[in-house]
């Protein structure tokens, strides 16, 4: 080797020794710099013309691997999906407080539930009605607190979603710009490592956003897909995210999704940030909100079907209802009410101020129902209108107002039996608007998946209009919520309405990531349902606003006094005719010709019909005899007696039910003067006694029942329980959610912190090993240049000698 190629190799020894120096000096410089990476400068021999001539770098390259690199970043989108989760779950469990909190739901029902036990104690006084009243104001503000709050949330949420979609499309640019710097550097044959720290830094903050994989190509450039590849975000350009942020959220609404080159791509989803809030504002919000429904929901009814049994002392003066009416509405009802008149003092106005109207009425249309009240004996003591599209009932001349439901029943649209003042809402402590001409399906998962119902069909009918006569809507097991949609509307087609006006009908509308079928018509509807379908659907007349649109009635607030106390007599009989002798037959009873015709005493009530057959041969002792002796009406507890009057000088009927539950009597001879109710007036001779607590304790009761149907919702099961009890379970549910989303939180950040730690290990800066490295590379440099310096002394020893 000649001595300039021994310079050159040192020359080149002294280059590569500095080369690796700065590599080494950089990487203990950045050795507390998040993000950085190892550099390593690979040093090889440099070969002229076959021969070595000294060595080189070449290439600077970083220390990591990228293995456990793509694993975090999945792993970093489950732990972003996870943080949200988490993050507004404590923000729910919050809201709805734990099993133990004071301010939970489930404690403001047992206050509530205390308040009516200590009002059916003392009914008379003051104090109790007022505290009864607090608690169920604070009982409806909290169902309006939970469900705007939910709502409240779900706008942040959509906040959020804006901001995360701004944030990868700013991460998805940058990677871009970097995309272009590394090639270009690359083609120029200069290092890009500190610029593909920038790009994994970048790619990692994008991966907590939306779940990507990446493609590297030869010339150092990324591609970007997310979903598994099905969706491009980057190639070469980004392809930015598109949101639009919903203007406000209410119950059974949906907010707009995310969307990809015009494509909606939220269904895709499968981790990130964005996963966990999409999740959290059309999955699980929407759902606390039907759990907290199904309650207010159940909590009305349950108060109201009670407090509607009952009246108050004094009896109101009017009655107004709660359920939005026309004249032309049919009925679906049977059984039998009492309306009377009474007085301030709760006695009847008259011996006649009192009536029991059979239902169906004829016509059976809420104008049947007011023409069958105004046109009975009541009604020359009250009168029944329909007014401002409400039922109301009003006394006369000063008359006080009091219903008997009895065992009648109407069935709502949605398929429940309710009576007849709890239908119209005539005696609501907790008032809502009833109405029936929007009806509205439970949330259902899926518009396009078989229902499952029983293949059968269902009539829709109203009192206008093409549903006057009714449709009849056929379906089968495998029909999915679009089919039935479908299928009603091809019905309404076919009995008159345009296709247009059909579509605006019936028609599904999206409830966060779920759907709802809705009917909506000029009048109030009614279903029938000779399968399971709006059983499966859940078809309801409530909305998905209920529970934020709930209140003590305006009529009870302002007068405390009209919270119910006692019960409308219908348990005590009496006939107001005495005879002279109760064992002989009864003068003028029944028909005499042509014998052997008789006449029929029904006694009816919550149980079956019980037949008494009379004549002009029987007795006042035969017709007691017969009901004592009959095993459905002495189980019951009904009994009757024969009493002397000695005010009359005679005999007089006594029939009463031991246990204060109501029942009625029909007779086939009225209104024949010769029937056993004309000939010994046999009826009522009292409204309601001042001390009756009979409707207040029942109220009371009703928080002790346990046999309330919830139906399916926001992930509960269906289920027979106590008001209390699903409310407990509602926020024990939170609770638990809660409690899930930090454990997955906590695990999936440690799994995070630990393959951070491992990459760490393996890409991160080690000062002992960089200072070691130091110490070769700075004698590898000192050797160098002591052969450049012999070199130099051999130089000059060569010229010297020529």
Avoid at 192 to 202: H, I, S, V, W
Avoid at 490 to 496: E, N, T, V
Avoid at 613 to 623: A, E
């Amino acid at each position: 080797m000649s001595l300039t190629q021994a310079l050159n190799s040192a020359i080149s020894g002294l280059n590569t020794a500095q080369s690796r120096i700065a590599v080494t000096s950089s990487n203990i410089s950045n050795v507390n710099t998040p993000g950085y990476s190892r550099k390593i400068a690979s040093q090889e021999t440099l070969v002229l013309d076959g021969q070595g001539a000294g060595s080189q770098v070449s290439e600077i390259y970083r220390n990591v691997n990228e293995g456990l690199i793509r694993e975090m970043r999945g792993d970093l989108g489950k732990a972003g999906r996870e943080e949200v989760r988490y993050e507004f779950f404590q923000r729910v469990q919050t809201l709805f407080g734990t099993p133990q909190s004071s301010s939970a739901i489930s404690q403001r029902i047992n206050d509530l539930a205390n308040a009516f036990e200590q009002l059916g104690v003392t009914p008379d006084q003051n104090s109790p009605r007022i505290e009864a009243i607090e608690s169920a104001i604070q009982v409806m503000e909290s169902f309006e607190k939970l469900s705007s709050q939910l709502q409240d949330m779900r706008d942040d949420i959509d906040d959020q979603i804006a901001d995360e979609v701004g944030n990868a499309n700013t991460l998805l640019s940058e990677i871009s710009d970097l995309n272009t710097s590394i090639v270009r550097l690359k083609n120029l044959d200069q290092p890009t490592t500190e610029l593909e720290d920038q790009r994994d830094q970048k790619l990692n903050e994008l991966a907590k956003i939306i779940d990507i994989t990446t493609f590297s190509r030869n010339d150092g450039s990324i591609v970007i897909y997310s979903a598994k590849g099905s969706n491009t975000l980057l190639d070469r350009t980004p392809n930015p995210l598109s949101f639009t942020p919903t203007s406000g959220f209410a119950p059974g609404t949906r907010g707009t999704g995310l969307s990809l080159n015009g494509a909606d791509v939220t269904d895709t989803l499968r981790s990130g940030t964005l996963k966990g809030l999409f999740e959290m504002r059309d999955s699980e919000l929407p759902a606390l909100n039907d759990q907290i429904n199904e309650l207010a929901g159940e909590l009305r009814d349950a108060i109201n079907e009670e407090h509607n049994k009952g009246t108050a002392f004094p009896p109101p003066a009017n009655l107004s209802g709660n359920r939005k009416v026309a004249d032309s509405d049919p009925l679906t009802a049977t059984g039998a009410f009492r309306i009377a008149a009474l007085d301030e003092d709760g006695q009847l106005i008259a011996t006649d101020s009192w009536a029991d109207i059979a239902m169906p009425t004829t016509p059976p249309t809420v104008q049947g129902m007011v023409d069958a009240i105004n046109s009975s004996d009541a009604g020359s003591y009250l009168t029944a209108s329909i007014v401002d599209d409400k039922l109301v009932i009003e006394g006369q001349d000063g008359s006080r107002v009091s219903i008997n439901e009895m065992d009648g029943k109407i069935t709502t649209s949605d398929g429940k039996e309710q009576g007849f003042s709890h239908y119209f809402g005539l005696n609501d402590f907790i008032a809502t608007v009833k109405r029936s001409d929007n009806m509205t399906s439970a949330a259902l998962g899926s518009a396009n998946t078989a229902i499952g119902a029983t293949a059968n069909s269902l009539t829709i009918s109203a009192g206008s209009g093409v549903l006057a006569a009714g449709i009849t809507v056929n379906y089968t097991a495998t029909d999915t919520l679009e089919d039935v949609r479908d299928n009603i509307r091809a019905a309404l087609q076919a009995a008159g309405m345009t296709a247009a006006a059909a579509e605006e009908a019936a028609f599904i509308v999206e409830d966060g990531n779920r759907y709802r079928l809705v009917l909506d018509y000029t009048a109030n509807m009614t279903i029938q349902d000779s399968g399971t379908l709006s059983e499966k659907i859940g078809m309801t007349e409530d909305q998905p606003t209920l529970a934020g649109n709930m209140d003590v009635s305006a009529a009870i607030k302002n007068d405390p006094s009209r919270i119910v106390r006692g019960e409308m007599n219908a348990d005590t009989y009496a006939t107001s005719n005495a005879v002279v002798d109760n064992t002989a037959p009864i003068p003028n009873l029944g028909p005499t010709v042509p014998p052997p015709l008789n006449y029929t005493l029904t006694v009816k009530g919550d149980f079956t019909n019980v037949n008494i057959d009379y004549d002009s041969t029987t007795s006042l002792d035969d017709i007691a005899n017969a009901i004592n002796n009959n095993a459905t009406l002495t189980d019951n507890n009904i009994t009757a007696s024969v009493v002397f009057d000695s005010q009359l000088g005679g005999y007089k009927l006594s029939i009463k039910d031991a246990d204060g539950d109501p029942f009625y009597f029909t007779d086939s001879g009225t209104p024949n003067a010769d029937s056993l109710t004309e000939t010994l007036g046999l009826g009522i001779n009292f409204g309601v006694h001042e001390g009756d607590n009979a409707a207040a304790q029942r109220i009371s009761r009703t928080f002790e029942r346990d046999d309330i149907k919830f139906e399916a919702a926001g992930g509960l099961s269906s289920e027979r329980t106590s008001l209390t009890d699903f409310a407990a379970g509602i926020v024990a549910t939170a609770a638990t959610k809660a409690s899930v989303a930090e454990s997955g939180y906590e695990f999936q950040s440690n799994l995070v912190t630990d393959l951070s730690t491992r990459i760490q290990n393996e890409a991160g800066v080690n000062l002992d090993e960089e200072m070691s490295d130091l110490i070769i590379f700075q004698r590898a440099y000192s050797a160098s240049a002591k052969v450049i310096s012999s070199v130099d002394e051999m130089f000059d020893a060569l010229l010297n000698t020529v």
